[in-house]
T-cell receptor, first 114, second 115 residues
Framework: AQKITQTQPGMFVQEKEAVTLDCTYD???????LFWYKQPSSGEMIFLIY??????QNATEGRYSLNFQKARKSANLVISASQLGDSAMYFC???????????FGKGTRLHILP | DTAVSQTPKYLVTQMGNDKSIKCEQN?????MYWYKQDSKKFLKIMFS???????INETVPNRFSPKSPDKAHLNLHINSLELGDSAVYFC??????????????FGQGTRLTVV
């Protein structure tokens, strides 16, 4: 069975600092995709970044990067130079190649302090 | 243009009523989903459809019945609503290329409150 684990229910980070949000996963699928979503207080789900299991390089999208360590089954999100607007819930998600199911972790609530 | 739109955004209803939530996507995607987000923000998949065909049914009570008239629409009908059904329901769509970089695009959510 597939599983996503986010062990940090909440984090407080000073503005302009870098922050790492942890995500570990478990799957028996030979190939899979890993995603991060942001959910601000307004409630919408915003796609941030994707990493494929066979990608050789870690994904980057602006201030977001994904620290993918396949052997450890981890896919941590790194946000550089955090901003007040980064305060939100962050979800790690995974999609296997056997079905179209996208499963989510329980999320990490990130608070950026001025 | 809204990529994935669901209506209504808010729904307040009494226990025992039947209600529907509509979802439409204009992205040309093959796969659509319904997710339930509870008060602790946990997102749980309920259903997945691919080209109008039910693919995933995650042991959801049969009071919940999805209907996909075409691949651009996936509606959710809920019978005999219970207090525990109160949650935010998200519709999402994605291209059906399994395991590839096909993220899901989400609607804005429907906050259902059963009183």
């Amino acid at each position: 069975a597939q599983k996503i684990t986010q062990t940090q229910p909440g984090m407080f980070v000073q503005e302009k600092e870098a922050v790492t949000l942890d995500c570990t996963y478990d799957t028996s699928d030979p190939s899979y995709g890993l995603f991060w979503y942001k959910q601000p207080s307004s409630g919408e789900m915003i796609f941030l970044i994707y990493q494929g299991s066979y990608d050789q390089q870690n994904a980057t999208e602006g201030r977001y990067s994904l620290n993918f360590q396949k052997a450890r089954k981890s896919a941590n999100l790194v946000i550089s130079a955090s901003q007040l607007g980064d305060s939100a819930m962050y979800f790690c998600a995974m999609r296997g190649n056997r079905d179209d199911k996208i499963i989510f972790g329980k999320g990490t609530r990130l608070h950026i302090l001025p | 243009d809204t990529a994935v739109s669901q209506t209504p955004k808010y729904l307040v209803t009494q226990m025992g009523n039947d209600k529907s939530i509509k979802c439409e996507q204009n992205l040309g995607h093959d796969t659509m989903y319904w997710y339930k987000q509870d008060s602790k923000k946990f997102l749980k998949i309920m259903f997945s459809y691919n080209n109008k065909e039910l693919i995933i049914n995650e042991t959801v009570p049969n009071r919940f019945s999805p209907k996909s008239p075409d691949k651009a629409h996936l509606n959710l009908h809920i019978n005999s609503l219970e207090l525990g059904d109160s949650a935010v329901y998200f519709c999402a769509s994605s291209q059906g290329n399994r395991g590839l970089n096909t993220e899901a695009f989400f609607g804005q959510g429907t906050r259902l409150t059963v009183v």
